[in-house]
């Protein structure tokens, strides 16, 4: 079974700064990589950031860039997304995702979290 579980999120002011994780299984651990999405109502599934679990180079959405870090914990097998300068428009349900190739689209991921909501208030 392969398991990813978000936590952290919650409500912040515009400005603000927010941290979510997701601790990964084994399994999905031997993924290479690991990605942050986003889903805003009404909106499709966007991708936010990404790393990889052997090499660490990391790779972000532009609207994200320079505000948003991934990082990740090898030897917890946990990936994080420290978020600052948050602006309402970063308002979503945001979901970690693991796959063997990489990339921008959510098709190319294998594996996902639950989820967990940001809101960013004005």
């Known amino acids: 079974q392969v398991h990813l579980v978000e936590s952290g999120g919650g409500l912040v002011q515009a400005g603000g700064f927010l941290s979510v994780s997701c601790a990964a299984s084994e399994r999905a651990f031997n993924s290479d990589v690991m990605g942050w999405f986003r889903q805003a109502p009404g909106k499709e599934r966007e991708f936010v950031a990404g790393i990889d679990w052997r090499s660490g180079f990391t790779y972000y959405a532009e609207s994200v860039k320079g505000r948003f870090t991934i990082s990740r914990d090898n030897a917890a097998n946990t990936i994080y997304l420290q978020m600052n300068s948050l602006k309402p428009e970063d308002t979503a349900v945001y979901y970690c995702?693991?796959?063997?190739?990489?990339?921008?689209?959510?098709?190319?991921?294998?594996?996902w979290g639950q989820g967990t909501q940001v809101t960013v208030s004005s």
């Open positions: 995702a693991a796959t063997t190739k990489g990339g921008f689209e959510p098709s190319l991921y294998d594996y």
